[in-house]
């Protein structure tokens, strides 16, 4: 019995610290950071998988989550975090006397950048078994980083047992195992940069020529300048959708995941969902951290309707 809409499973770093200056230094060089002394103290709660899942959780999904992470998951009090968002932690593997990893994600003025990360004991998730339980009884599963063995396991299986599947993420990453990940989702999320890293290792000249892979839909997301969604019946465009201001971009492309398989799993049209996506990451920019401002379904479909002049009926 389908008891979860969504599974969301992927071991990487659950601690965030954002640091953001006017530009990049050169090598050798120091820069100020430009930024509030609180933030640059902040340590935030993250990960792909469970950034989507918190999300989901928010709109108000019956969504789980697995991953591998530390016993401070517990200590850091993320884990009670995720329950009082919905979530469901069977699918969670805490390591006893272990460390979960940390981000620390460099930004310049234009936000470009790059991110340095210590996995912790992430970095053993092939160690333990994917949840195959907990993925038997949901309807859609998406998978983020780490692209291994442990989440392979766990989207083949999604598809064994009829689930809606999907990729979040460098799925180039993957090495020999990516056709493997490939052949088995239905549908792709990735961001320009990790489009163009799986174009290129599979000598792709567009997202399009991924489609013959498996997906049946690749979505590449493309910030303020929104979607480009690619299917057998062509390119669409779809909108982005301004926030009230924007502070920080930090999970921004995960909480456009979560939004959109909201709107897809409830029977929404592609372009209705994409705009989902997009209204729900727009909440997200607009303060420091990935999971700090989540939206509820009621103030999604107010915005929603603000900019796109008709209601959301979820």
Known sequence: MKTLELFSIGSWTIFDHLLRMKRLPRDGETVPLDMPMEEVEAIHFGDCSANIAAVAGALGMKVGLGMVVGDDFRSSGYADHMIRNGVDLGGVEVVAGERSGHSFNF????????????????????????????????????????????????IEHGRRTGALTAINGMVATAGALAPR???????????????????????????????????????????????????????????????????????????????????????????????????VASFVIEKWGCQTNLPSLAQVAERFEANFGRKLSL
């Not at 234009?110 to 970095?123: K, Q």
């Not at 909201?262 to 994409?274: F, H, R, Y």
Request: aromatic fraction near 8%; include cysteine.
């Open 107 to 154: 930004f310049d003025a234009a936000n470009g950048g790059f991110c340095v990360s210590h996995l912790g004991i992430a970095e053993k998730q092939d160690d333990w078994r994917a949840p195959l339980e907990e993925i038997e009884r949901s309807g859609a599963v998406v998978i983020s980083e780490a692209f291994s063995p442990y989440t392979l396991d766990a």
């Open 181 to 279: 990940f490939l052949a088995a989702t239905d549908i792709l999320f990735l961001s320009r940069g990790e489009a163009d890293e799986l174009m290129r290792s599979l000598g792709a000249a567009s997202p399009a020529d991924i489609l013959p892979h498996g997906p049946r839909l690749v979505v590449v997301t493309r910030g303020g300048e929104g979607s480009a969604w690619y299917s057998n019946d062509g390119r669409q465009d779809m909108p982005s959708v301004k926030p009230a201001t924007f502070v920080d971009s930090t999970g921004a492309g995960d909480s456009f995941v979560a939004g959109t398989l909201k709107g897809l799993i409830a029977g929404q049209s592609n372009e209705t969902a994409a705009r989902i996506g997009a209204t």
